[in-house]
């Protein structure tokens, strides 16, 4: 982590981070780790029956992502708030970058408020979200 309050202000950013490109296989080791086997996800045929061009992500595996790049920034036990609004699906072979921006700064309690986003390698939103993180 090593990042202190002093570090930060608003406008701040995190270091981008970049993922991907994701494959079916990454959407099946994420249904099969959170439960959700829905066919849509990793089931050509049914993508195809179901109106989509293939299998698309579980949209989870995205907030999963952002989640992990967020407390890989300001540290796991230093989350307050973590929240998500899913926005484009994410196919086979999408590359996904991470990005954080602090817009907030609470000194007496020493929390930061962060805007989170997901961005596909289209230039489109894949999720975005917002966190709280306490900072000593």
């Known amino acids: 982590m090593g990042v202190t309050w002093d570090d930060l202000e608003v406008g701040t950013e995190a270091a981008s981070r970049h993922f991907g490109p994701l494959t079916r296989t ?3 080791r994420y249904q099969g780790a959170s439960g959700d086997f829905n066919p849509i996800h990793h089931d050509e045929e049914f993508a195809r029956g ?3 061009p293939t299998v698309f992500s579980v949209g989870m595996l995205q907030a999963g992502i952002l989640a992990s790049f967020a407390t890989d920034w300001l540290g796991a036990s230093n989350v307050r708030k973590f929240g998500v609004q ?3 699906q994410v196919w086979p072979g999408d590359e996904l970058t ?3 921006t602090v817009v907030g700064l609470d000194e007496a309690v020493r929390t930061v408020d962060l805007e989170l986003l997901c961005t596909r390698q289209t230039g489109g939103t894949a999720i975005k979200g917002t966190a709280t993180f306490v900072v000593g």
């Open 50 to 52: 179901s109106g989509f």
């Open 86 to 88: 899913f926005r484009e």
């Open 26 to 28: 990454d959407f099946v």
């Open 98 to 100: 991470c990005s954080a």
